[in-house]
């Protein structure tokens, strides 16, 4: 299945620099209401649209974006350098802060301090939980989260939820199956919240020691959200509409032996989603390291191909809505 193209809307791409999101950092979905979301998918679907006619335009012509990345990442980094190029800016990348005077003992504020003299927006990811707080406290420019340790990846969580929407038509009324590491992964601690905006039941399925914390799952509890915990998949696997898979992070376990103990705990393959509904999808935030067997990837449910070009569309939005342009 290819992304479906959309008409266009006509949001009101421009100079706004009253824009409510004007100069604002993205550093939580706890920023986020139902409006909020309405107005991003709606210029997602916009910028979707211009990308599909004319490729590249010049939105964000003279705007430089710094990309600083004390973590790995393929997709988040390429997507924000992409999306800054989709709107005609340019992009500062620092994927290597070994080789950034981050190396020399550079603190977090003083890099962020340095890099908004020479860019317009920041966006970071660091293995720190509330470093993007900390760096947007620094700086006058605006810091998007790109993952913050075990924290939040918020501009994931919109991308995701921005493909249920487009993939599923709606998400009030869904239930929604997060499988994996919900101990460590910062993808699914966004979407569920971002997902307690909607009339959703989340089931939780994980092994014991990966279970999602305690502090998550009483705050959407005190929402009203319905949830479920499970430690293996068959018992909800057929009412799912949205199975969301993650990898076990291996890089956040202290004790090897512990990771070793629950790796392959789930593999999504064709045998499997014999018991899925047929309207249903799989997403993955990815990478994945054998959680979803390749062989499952030709399968219309699977979406975690074009849940990454979903982002792109997301994170163009973000760039023009904090640069005051939507
Ligand atoms: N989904 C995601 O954050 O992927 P990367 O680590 O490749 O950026």
Redesign the pocket.
């Known amino acids: 299945m290819t992304i479906q193209k959309h008409t266009m809307t006509h949001l009101p791409l421009g100079d706004h620099k009253t824009a409510p999101w004007y100069g604002k950092d993205i550093l939580s979905v706890k920023q986020f209401d139902r409006l909020d979301l309405e107005y991003i998918f709606g210029v997602a679907h916009e910028m979707h649209d211009m990308v599909d006619h004319i490729g590249t335009f010049d939105l964000l012509k003279g705007k430089i974006l710094a990309n600083l990345f004390y973590e790995?990442?393929?997709?988040?980094?390429s997507s924000f350098t992409a999306a800054m190029e989709r709107l005609g800016g340019s992009v500062i990348p620092i994927n290597e802060v070994k080789y950034s005077s981050v190396a020399k003992g550079e603190s977090l504020p003083d890099t962020v301090r340095t890099l908004e003299c020479y860019a317009d927006v920041i966006v970071l990811r660091h293995p720190e939980v509330g470093s993007a707080a900390i760096a947007a406290k620094a700086a006058r420019k605006p810091v998007i989260n790109a993952?913050d340790g075990i924290g939040e990846?918020p501009t994931?969580a919109l991308l995701d939820a921005f493909t249920i929407r487009e993939e599923l038509g709606h998400i009030d009324g869904l239930t929604v199956t997060l499988l994996g590491d919900l101990k460590h992964g910062r993808?699914v601690h966004s979407l569920a919240r971002l997902l307690s905006l909607y009339k959703v039941k989340l089931n939780y399925v994980s092994p014991d020691i990966l279970r999602m914390p305690a502090e998550l799952m009483d705050e959407l509890s005190q929402k009203g959200v319905e949830q479920t915990e499970y430690t293996t998949l068959d018992a909800c696997l057929p009412e799912t509409d949205v199975l969301y898979v993650t990898r076990v992070q291996k890089e956040r376990f202290a004790d090897e032996a512990a990771y070793e103990s629950v790796k392959g705990a789930y593999v999504i393959n064709a045998e499997v989603m014999k018991a899925a509904k047929q309207r249903m999808i799989v997403m993955h935030?990815?990478?994945r390291v054998g959680e979803i067997d390749p062989a499952f990837d030709e399968d219309p449910r699977a979406a975690y191909f074009r849940q990454m070009e979903y982002g792109l569309y997301v994170r163009m939005a973000l760039l023009a809505m904090v640069l005051g342009k939507a």
């Open positions: 790995p990442s393929t997709r988040t980094s993952g990846h994931q993808t935030p990815l990478p």
